[in-house]
């Protein structure tokens, strides 16, 4: 069974950093691409960035909102998928799901992100 | 960046009834790869995670009952349920992946009377 478990949120200040993770299980990690998506009542559902795999040399690519602030890096070896916010801003808030694929065949239950002082 | 719109937010059918959802394209989906529409359908129903129905348009996902249907070309998209069942409820929204940054339709929430 697939599974795609988030952790990682909660409430942070602006302007602070906070490290979003992804464990990945039941299918080979190293084989797929993987993105962060989210979701807030303001904008709906959007994502957020995205990482290839080691045959497409590890590229990332990055929503325009969030390109220079935010960092996506994966570990295959732990079947993981991060995403390292930092300078987060009001706008940040909401739900981020981890997807698979560029499609998102599978997405995780989502870990929640406050931005508020 | 493509703009996906559903131009319908809900709908409240009786089951059994048929169902279409659309979804409009600013930009052609087309992807020359394939000659196929980067076009995704998902269903998200309440307590769970988002799941496809529709990949490419047209094709059912594994497991996907044989009265969702997509179809559409170009720009212009559309999901139908052939015949509604209350297991339907749900969150329908579609997705483009032709070009970064992805992007997601509103959704269209679709309950039963």
């Known amino acids: 069974e697939v599974k795609l478990d988030e952790t990682g949120g909660g409430l942070v200040q602006p302007g602070r950093p906070m490290k979003l993770s992804c464990v990945a299980s039941?299918?080979?990690?190293?084989?797929?691409?993987m993105n962060w998506v989210r979701q807030s009542p303001e904008k709906g559902l959007e994502w957020v960035a995205q990482?290839?795999?080691?045959?497409?040399?590890?590229?990332?690519y990055y929503s325009d909102s969030v390109k220079g602030r935010f960092t996506i890096s994966r570990d295959d070896s732990k079947s993981s998928v991060y995403l390292q916010m930092n300078n987060l801003r009001a706008e940040d808030m909401g739900i981020y799901y981890c997807?698979?694929?560029?499609?998102?065949?599978?997405w995780g239950q989502g870990t929640t992100l406050t931005v508020s002082s | 960046e493509i703009v996906l719109t559903q131009s319908i937010p809900s709908l409240t059918v009786s089951a059994g009834e048929r169902v279409t959802i659309s979804c409009k394209s600013n930009q052609n989906l087309l992807w020359s790869g394939n000659q196929r529409y980067c076009l995704v359908w998902h269903q998200w129903k309440p307590g769970q995670t988002p799941t496809p129905l529709i990949t490419w348009t047209s094709d059912r996902y594994s497991g996907v009952p044989d009265r969702f249907i997509g179809s559409g070309s170009v720009t212009d998209f559309t999901l139908t349920i052939s015949s509604v069942q209350a297991e339907d409820v749900a969150v329908y929204f579609c997705q483009q992946h032709l070009h970064i940054p992805y992007t997601f339709g509103g959704g269209t929430k679709l309950e039963i009377k």
């Open positions: 997807t698979r694929s560029s499609y998102g065949d599978y």
């Open positions: 039941g299918f080979t990690f190293s084989d797929y691409w």
């Open positions: 990482i290839r795999n080691k045959p497409y040399n590890y590229e990332t």
